[in-house]
């Protein structure tokens, strides 16, 4: 259906009609209107399988959904760094929307982890902006390859699970357009999702729903959006304001309530028409689109998709640490221990909970294998030390050559709806795994969370891998990496931080009451350790495989451009370990000096690439401006110093193994804006200001009596320093107190108007 015969049909709606469309008919339909043969549309939970409800509806995962695969959560999938991947795993699930018909996938959901503790940390993708973003679009361009429409979520700032409905994220501008903005701005503008779910909670003092400056100004206008927005489910708080923000569809059904106050706010010209019909125009696009386009003949096979969340998981799960243990032998004596080995935790609660297919363990993987035993060690519904349990994990780890424990968050630790209180795993299960390695010295932990865990026993064990809340086929995945089958190639999209009160939003987390600042900034993750330079746990970007990966022949195509020029980047690894892998080759830059406050470093290019023994391949990335720049405030655009740039290429965000250096000049030119308290410093910089400058500095009496003190005093290089520093930092004004007179305000108005123009 064309635009022109959508705006024909809206002609012929009531405003009754038109404002009743702008709510579900229900939990998870859009209204169909009979007289116009205007057809619903079903959207469903997403993001890391299909959670279609075919009765009772809910967005707590408490009712029944259809049998699905359950993918990796999005905490893994991050980890893969590998788009072509996510592009899979996404024309996977939206084959399985066509089946299934469902015209929407709610997701992915891409904010950023700000802290260990968010209940939801285990959906989101990465502490970091451009790796959220490179995994989303490619996850949406999967999707929407099959004709079905995604909607990434939750816009924006929506890093606690606290009060999520009622919370207000204080942020300043700067670190919503570097930090909790990019992800999405990258999915929008590389992948046009069909619509965006907006957040439950307020921006500076706004609900998202109604928050015209995200829904319009920056989502529509500087990005380009062009589907419809719907509000997550229950967010709307003014209906009447939420369209006029471009809050298009209001979920689930307001059971009128809602339809009646935009109809009166049309009556009383509060609520202008024409942006009501905006709203459904941009409801039936979608609608139209998917209905156009179902695919009758789509097949949502599961056998085939749970091979498919396998493969995922194999290329998501981080070999945090091994000391020559890994991989273990078919034919070893080993002990298994631990629930998850039996019944993995594998996924998150609240609305993504997918009713799986099936779901394998690693115990079941290992069934035919001749000298493995298993024990419990814990039982997860509750958080107490079970001596019984240990004991027996004890002694069946002391008679093995190596033991292997399931550890983990139980459900009730993370969850949609609430936050962590802290990031410890239960005691029982740390005291499981410190009495295990006293008895044997071979110990490899296994880890099922969605969100980094405090290791107290790191020392004592010889192997960690982290298989995060991998999915369906988890079981199976570990199997693969635990025996060498597959080479491990994950790295992790978060900082594992030492402890808790290391992170940097610690000290503001939750907030006081609805109030939550940001105060960190920009400071996020490795932005704020690498800063401080801290030890962490596990740096961002780390993750081990059972080869080695050579880099060599950094190279750049030019050293010095201009940042609206781009710049190509390469560089060689090899594969000079013995079984074939794959690395994550990341490319991260620094400005090397800037009068901003800026992070060490940024990411801002990876690559996954597979090498067999032996071979060298050549990995290649594009920068652009933004690869180098930061948020300006004042022209309130994104803005590159001229200066130095480091582009680091690396194997982790700590273990960089390649260095250049290329000089990016400006074509910006910020305003100028001198006034009288400019310090004579920052006027200094100006090369016209310190054309007319010099002389007076040099004519500073105040400059004559630092002369003449400290050759008297034999102060020398001291006094000189005190010296430049008063001046660097006087403002301009105080000049006509040093001139002898010669000077008043008038004169340096006249200067400063000329320096200004
Ligand atoms: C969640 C969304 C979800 C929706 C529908 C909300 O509670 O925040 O992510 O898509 O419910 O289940």
Redesign the pocket.
Known sequence: MTRKEMEEIVSKMTVAEKASLCSGGDFWHTKAVERLGIPTMMVS??PHGLRKQKQEGD??GVNDSIVAVCYPAGCATAASFDRELLKEMGEALGTACQAEEVGVI?GP?VNIKRSPLCGRNFEYYSEDPYLAGEIAASYIKGVQSKNVGTSI??FMANSQETRRMSSDSQIDERTMREIYMPAFETAVKEAKPWTV?CS?NRINGTYAAENKKLLTDVLREEWGFDGFVVS??GAVNDRAAGIRAGLDLEMPASFGVNDKRIEEAVADGSLSEELLDQAVIRILEIVYRFAENQDKNAVFDKEAQHALSRRVAEESLVLLKNEGILPLKKDQKLAFIGQYAKKPRYQGG??SHINSYKVTGALEMVKDLPNITYARGFDDTEDVIDEAMIAEAVKAASEAEAAVIFAGLPDAFES?GYDRSHMRMPEGQNKLIEEVAKVQPNVVVVLHNGSPVEMPWLSKVKGVLEAYLGGEAVGEAEYAILFGEVNPSGKLAETFPCKLEDNPSYLFYIGEGDRVEYREGIFVGYRYYDKKKMDVLFPFGHGLSYTQFAYSDLTLDKSSMNDTDGLTVSCKVTNTGSVEGKEVVQLYVADVESDVIRPEKELKGFEKVALKPGETKTVTFKLDKRAFAYYNEQIRDFHVETGDFKILVGSSSKDIRLEEKVHVTSTVQLPKNYHMNTTFGDLLKDERAREFLEPLYKACTMLEACDTNSAESGLGSSSKAMQDAMMVYMPLRALISFQNGSLDFDQLQEVLDKFNS
């Open positions: 939970d997403g967005h707590l709610l959901a979520k939750h779910m439950y997550d489910w609240g609305s949609e």
